[in-house]
């Protein structure tokens, strides 16, 4: 018989402890990036010591024992907890033979293999670039060819026999860089415009965040499925895997009680992620921005769970986001032996399995973004559609009474559409 599955690169991971605390923690999330990239984690190697060595970022010692134990558990890859210099990258491929994949890189590999939409990929694409740039260098050994192998970032540096090819390549690639920014500034307006009609409807801006693979794509489909008739069609991926998706989607929830809001699933965070990376994805984060409330879903299952609180906020706080109200969510109590769903204060235990904890998940998101509505008798003009079509839109009408002398409605408006509509109160 032929074998027609493709064997998975095996990879070793290594890393430099510098008497970091969270070391282990980074390290076993290294090993579950390296899944998400389609590789098979064959090993590891720790060194602990209170510097980096410029040359190597190990010592020699350790890069000779490491290059040994790879070659005998026939790893193809050597992959990094940190991002290297150009410098040490090539000496380590020169002398253990083997790819050399930084914590980065291999970040961007799998973003560039989980792009779908245009915006996506121009994104990881300036991001991949921005990493190239640096290191483009003559051709010194023959690995280099095996650099753009997983993806897209390697292809770029067609690293030539010569200086003067060196210097094409780096013309060509800030030709590129120039040229993907203006694109996505192109997008960017866009998608404000986008954004800027939504906002302009009044219903209040709910975002999932957190760290990637926490949950945030199941909770917003289990909301869909309690709250929606046709949440079939409106399903977002959803997969148990590192960055299942990249791209920000965005569903309107219609509530029970005649209430909606907007909800927006957004790209997950993750500890060390690049810098260039959160960079070129602030256009795709814009619905955080924009968000009244926050929604921070969290693994309580995880027993790194408050490292990865941290990463959410450290990461929010890179992107400028300090003063919008947060709900800390702490997801996947079915894998944990505690009582759920509860709900304590701004936080709340859930599983995002259960329509019990959805409906509870609702309440409070609905709890907080709607404290400052208030419910109000109005009296329209018959002539006066257009008006009465604005609050069926937003999905605030309570109760409805079409009489020969104007149309009385019975809603619940936020504090800017109070004043929009303070003439027709009835008092």
């Known amino acids: 018989m032929i074998e027609t599955k493709e064997k998975m690169v095996k990879a070793y991971l290594a890393g430099v402890n510098l008497n970091d605390p969270n070391f282990d923690y980074y390290m ?19 060194q602990k010591t209170d510097k980096i060595s410029a040359g190597t970022y190990f010592g020699l010692g350790k890069v000779n024992q490491i290059k040994a134990s790879a070659q005998g558990l026939k790893a193809k890859v050597l992959i990094i907890n940190d991002e290297l210099t150009p410098t040490q990258i090539r000496n380590l491929e020169k002398m ?83 040229a993907i920014k203006e694109e996505l500034k192109n997008i960017s307006k866009q998608e404000t415009i986008k954004s800027a009609r939504r906002n302009n409807s009044r219903l209040p801006q709910v975002a999932l965040v957190g760290y990637t693979n926490a949950g945030k794509s199941t909770t917003m489909n289990e909301l869909l499925k ?78 790194n769970m408050i490292q990865m609180i941290k990463t959410t906020q450290t990461v929010l706080k890179e992107l400028g986001i300090t003063d919008i109200p947060v709900i800390t969510a702490y997801n996947k109590a079915d894998l944990t032996k505690r009582n759920y769903p ?19 998940l609702a ?34 009408v309570l109760n409805e009474e079409y009489k020969e002398n104007g149309i009385y409605l019975t809603v619940r408006l936020s504090p800017k559409d109070l004043n929009k509509y303070i003439n027709y109160q009835i008092k």
């Open 96 to 178: 253990t033979k083997l790819r050399v994949l930084d914590r980065t890189e291999l970040i961007l590999e799998i973003f560039s293999n989980r792009a779908k939409t245009k915006q996506a990929k121009l994104q990881v694409r300036l991001a991949q670039l921005q990493y190239e740039f640096p290191r483009l260098h003559p051709s010194e050994n023959n690995l280099d060819q095996q650099r753009g192998s997983g993806g897209a970032s390697g292809g770029f540096a067609n690293r030539g026999s010569g200086e003067t090819q060196l210097e094409l390549n780096r013309r060509t690639l800030g030709k590129q860089i120039t």
């Open 363 to 396: 309440s409070l998101i609905t709890n907080r973004i709607f404290s400052n509505y208030e419910v109000v008798n109005l009296k329209l003009p018959l002539q006066a559609g257009k008006l009465a079509a604005y609050l069926h839109e937003n999905g605030q």
């Open 342 to 360: 509860q709900i304590e204060g701004n936080d709340i235990l859930y599983s995002a399995k259960d329509p019990q904890s959805i409906k509870k």
């Open 226 to 303: 309690v709250f929606s008739d046709r949440a079939n069609q409106k399903q977002v991926f959803e997969k148990d895997m590192l960055f299942a998706t990249l791209d920000t989607s965005v569903r309107r929830i219609n509530l029970d009680d005649k209430l909606s809001f907007i909800l927006s699933d957004t790209v997950g965070f993750i500890s060390k992620l690049p810098h260039n990376l959160i960079e070129s994805f602030k256009a795709t984060l814009q619905e955080i921005r924009e968000a009244d409330l926050l929604v921070n879903i969290v693994d309580s299952s995880d027993q």
């Open 28 to 46: 076993a999330e290294l090993s579950e990036l390296t899944k998400a990239n389609h590789m098979q984690v064959v090993g590891q190697a720790n």
